[in-house]
């Protein structure tokens, strides 16, 4: 798995350069998030249980057809599908926030996902919900721990949850 740094070097490399005024901007835009990053994930790590809880009861809420008979997370085993994957998409989002390179995301998860979802009848528009939620469960309690104003967490915790939400919503999955 590569990160901002190794992927921008790598870039350098083949083309045989050394690093740029735009490189070393890069690199020192990266580093200058990395308090944030580590402050996203250490939440993330510490709360990703009441997390995925708190994103999945708003979802509920405003879609309440999913969890009633014929929803797609009715039935203990499909409810337990659902906070599976929403932790799921919660950890590599994880991943990603670290890495500064959400585009990790399309090897270890959106690559295939949508061929996965078609055959098991998983709607894309809640699960891209679900993952919009996440973002914004993690967003306010950095808020409210005072990591970071809205625009800054926005810029930086919400790029690889939006690029999740941006992949799964081009794939076009619906229920069968």
Partial sequence: MRDAITGLIGRY???GRYLDRDAIDRINGYLGEAALRLAAVELINREATEI?????QRLWLEDPELILPGGNAY???RLSACL???DYFLRYASYALI?????ILNERVLNGLDDT??????PTGPTVRSIALLADV???RLADAAVADAATLAAVVRVPFDHLCRGLAAS???AR
């Fill in 13 to 15: 490399d083949q083309l």
């Fill in 52 to 56: 995925v809880r708190d994103a999945s």
């Fill in 75 to 77: 039935t203990t085993r």
């Fill in 84 to 86: 599976r994957d929403m």
């Fill in 99 to 103: 890495a500064g390179d959400a585009t």
């Fill in 117 to 122: 979802y078609k055959s098991l009848g998983v």
């Fill in 138 to 140: 993690v967003c306010e």
């Fill in 172 to 174: 076009d999955v619906r």
